[in-house]
């Protein structure tokens, strides 16, 4: 089974401290995403990645960052955590190639930030 | 761009079949997904459809294409409570340089005694 784990599930974190979420997946996949998911706006994409070291930025990428050292690990970076930060994260990943195409998706964060 | 559309809520009776519905704008989708969250989790796949197909059936789940109107339905027939959940559909735009799959803002399903 493909396993998609994320670092914490819940996070609190105060106004400007720096939050790192990390993702690990085990399934060989060269695609990895972060989303933030909100009440009736559904899932946003805030940065992916198609290999190491690559990225891109998704739809909402202001005020977050991403690394991809290892294929295996994509981490998702908060500068200066504010409070419209609050969300819950979802991780997932898949292949680049082949196959449907779907996306496994990790449990989320959820973030608060006070 | 694209865009996906869905209801954001949908009530039902247990026993009952259960309708929902989504609109999407890439016809050049090769796959559309549905997908299920439940209650502190993340999301699963719970079918999908290919795009040359019009409908799909996988036990008490149906997928039903109109790529006419860029409509897809899930129906799921015989509701139980263990399928209250927010369900997405997704589309996969054609292009993109790791598949990217556009999210429609969920429908919570709520299944009542």
């Known amino acids: 089974d493909v396993k998609v784990t994320q670092s914490s599930r819940y996070l609190v974190k105060r106004t400007g401290e720096k939050v790192f979420l990390e993702c690990v997946q085990d399934m060989d996949h060269e695609n990895m995403f972060w989303y933030r998911q909100d009440p009736g706006l559904g899932l946003r994409l805030i940065y992916f990645?198609?290999?190491?070291?690559?990225?891109e930025k998704g739809d909402i990428p202001e005020g977050y960052s991403v690394s991809r050292e290892k294929k295996e690990r994509f981490s998702l970076i908060l500068e200066s955590a504010s409070t419209n930060q609050t969300s819950m994260y979802l991780c997932a990943s898949s292949f680049r190639q082949g196959g449907l195409g779907e996306q496994y998706f990790g449990p989320g964060t959820r973030l608060t930030v006070t | 761009g694209e865009d996906v559309e869905q209801s954001l809520f949908l009530s039902v009776r247990e026993g009952d079949s259960s309708v929902i519905n989504c609109t999407y704008t890439?016809?050049?989708?090769?796959?559309l997904y549905w997908y299920k969250q439940e209650p502190g989790a993340g999301l699963q796949l719970l079918t999908y459809?290919?795009?040359?197909?019009d409908m799909k059936q996988d036990q008490r789940l149906t997928v039903l294409l109109n790529k006419k109107d860029k409509h897809l339905s899930l129906r799921i027939a015989d509701t139980q409570t263990g399928d209250s959940a927010i369900y997405f559909c997704a589309e996969s735009p054609a292009g993109g340089s790791a598949r990217q799959l556009t999210f429609g803002s969920g429908t919570q399903l709520t299944v009542l005694p």
């Open positions: 990645s198609y290999d190491v070291k690559m990225k």
């Open positions: 890439d016809s050049s989708s090769t796959y």
């Open positions: 459809i290919f795009s040359n197909m």
